[in-house]
């Protein structure tokens, strides 16, 4: 029945269970309902465990837990929770218990839930509070992770340093190879241009050429060099500005024409 007023004959009297969660710790806190477990390690090293846990009890199954455990039901779930904790602890060593700390919490876990369910009770959660090994050992384990830590660092540094290393050869080669194009581009442009260069002078002079063999031709020039060149010395003084200082020397006999300006 559920918490409040009920009514009850004569000689007879209601009995009080808690619908809550409640909780059970062992550790060295004056406030604990037991003291910390004092075990050994798989390999024979002291251990004291610090550990809490929270359990419910199961509402359907109040009557079978009253006829087993009758009121003293949270001392037999003490006991309970310190044999489940030691048949586990028990099982592993001592570097397991700092390396692999959530999976042997996890497996007390389980034991416990176990244990605890056929007492008529759930467990609703499970921390290992403080794990105490010998101070030399504990001092051993500590220096050994600060090597493992140390080492790390440097496989890590290295590994920076190795892809630092690989991007530079990278980028230095990504710069040859942009340099090497670049040089081959402007060898090719300056052959295309000064092909077009070439191809240009060579159609000036073609149509120079077949312009003056047509006026030769339409003109009738008695001797084709003679007169052909005259009639060039002439359109060229026809060029000649007014408005400029261009003299022109006639009749020197070294040198046919001189044009300055």
């Not at 806190?29 to 037991?34: E, G, L, N, R, Y």
């Not at 020039?221 to 007014?242: C, E, G, H, N, V």
């Amino acid at each position: 029945m559920e918490g409040g007023l009920h009514w009850v004959g004569l000689f007879y009297s209601l009995i009080h269970f808690p619908a809550t969660h409640k909780s059970i710790e062992f550790s060295d806190d004056p406030a604990a309902q037991s003291r910390q477990l004092s075990t050994r390690t798989k390999e024979g090293l002291e251990l004291k465990l610090h550990f809490a846990f929270q359990y419910k009890l199961k509402k359907d199954e109040l009557p079978e837990m009253y006829r087993m455990l009758q009121n003293d039901y949270e001392q037999v779930f003490t006991r309970i929770a310190r044999n489940s904790v030691l048949h586990v602890a028990g099982d592993y060593i001592a570097p397991q218990y700092w390396l692999q700390r959530a999976p042997i919490g996890g497996n007390m876990t389980g034991q416990l839930k176990h244990d605890m369910g056929e007492a008529h009770a759930e467990v609703s959660g499970f921390m290992l509070l403080k794990i105490d090994l010998p101070d030399v050992y504990e001092g051993a384990i500590v220096a050994t992770e600060v090597t493992n830590q140390e080492i790390t660092l440097y496989e890590t540094l290295r590994a920076v340093n190795q892809t630092q290393t690989e991007t530079e050869n990278i980028k230095a080669t990504a710069l040859a190879r942009i340099t090497r194009i670049d040089s081959d581009a402007a060898s090719r442009a300056t052959v295309v241009l000064n092909q077009g260069a070439g191809d240009v002078a060579k159609q000036n002079i073609d149509y120079t050429t077949d312009a003056l063999n047509e006026v030769q031709k339409k003109l009738n020039f008695t001797d084709p060099r003679s007169s052909l060149l005259d009639y060039y010395r002439l359109q060229r003084i026809s060029a000649l500005k007014d408005d400029t200082n261009n003299r022109l020397v006639i009749g020197n006999t070294t040198a046919t024409m001189t044009l300055t300006q």
